[in-house]
């Protein structure tokens, strides 16, 4: 059997930034498991203010193709322009998708990028390791 896929996050400010603010750059380093070597893979990374749990301070995106089934891949998030104030605490949610393959490392031949198949997701308001 194959391993359930997982995904874990470790984000970290980019040289230069030290507050959530507008255009800060925050490097989300993002830890997967149980991936199907050779195929493509999008994460989608959602910097969430933790005090509402609900607002989006920033958003980045990455296309990657595991050579093995573990590994980790590097998200890119700038804060939108619109966080004029500096935000306490900051999460990074991240989605695992991919339209060729589905969560149990079948090929999916039919999948839309508009509705790519859900692999994994890391959406813990409470983690430390994102903040």
Known sequence: PKDTPKISTNAD????????????????????????????YTLKAELINKKDGKSVLG?????FTPKESK????????????VTEPVEAAVAFEELTSTE???????????????????????????????
């Open 71 to 82: 590994g980790s891949v590097d998200v890119h998030i700038t804060v939108n322009d619109d």
């Open 101 to 131: 393959v589905n969560d149990k490392g079948e090929d999916t031949p039919g999948t839309t990028p508009e509705k790519p198949n859900h692999i994994a997701e890391h959406k813990d308001i409470n983690d430390k390791d994102q903040t």
């Open 59 to 63: 958003e980045g995106e990455e296309t």
């Open 13 to 40: 400010f980019e040289d230069g930034s030290h507050e959530v603010i507008a255009g800060a750059k925050i490097v989300d380093e993002v830890s997967y498991e149980g991936l199907v070597p050779g195929k493509e």
